[in-house]
């Protein structure tokens, strides 16, 4: 089956989408989530609170979440579009935002089955602005959090979800010759796929030095 979302832009440049798909075992459905809000720009803040949508394979229609209160998030790195895909861990999707009303960075995890929003700080040291590639990942069935500036990429990982304390910078490395390597995935053997920013994958493996 092939789930066709129409969205109604009239101006591109003022339109932002947190994306996710995710799989609820309890009532063995599919789910695809979006999230829209508008800003007048990428430094402004936003002009209205995120509106969130779930659709159902199983039920093959959207329905409206209701967390109880608003969402005052917004995407301050678009420059890569999968910095708004969520990550899909722990029966939540997750996404890195920017809170506009506390001036912070934080993860945001929408649980699927309880259909509530919480929030997750990311590690003190965790430093993010217009200019550093950011992202979440799985690694080893952890939730991780990872940055590349300039030719470094810095990785957290979660050992205990959801404890801020938990938070351990795990590895650092260079990932010349290609500094516009965008990290996607790592590998059971050890290698980190991404692109290289020319629309192309590529395989680095960080323990050779080498890509």
Known sequence: MTIGVKLNILNRNILRFLYGFAYEP????????????KCYNDYD????????????????????????FHLPYMVINTNRPSNKVGLFLNGAIHWVVHNHETNIVVIIALALKETTISEIALPNDFCVTYSIQYDL??????????????????????QEYAVHSSWIKTLVFSIRPDP???????TNCGDIVGTDGHDELVKFNYTKASC
């Open 180 to 186: 516009d390597f965008f990290l996607v995935y790592f």
């Open 45 to 68: 803040r936003v002009s209205s609170l995120i509106n969130l949508e779930i659709f159902s394979l199983r039920a093959n229609k959207w329905k409206q979440v209701e967390v109880g």
């Open 137 to 158: 990942l799985v690694l080893d069935g952890l939730i991780s959090a990872w940055t590349v500036d300039m030719d470094t990429v810095e990785i957290w990982v979660m």
């Open 26 to 37: 309890s009532t063995d459905d599919y789910l695809v989530v979006v999230g829209s809000y």
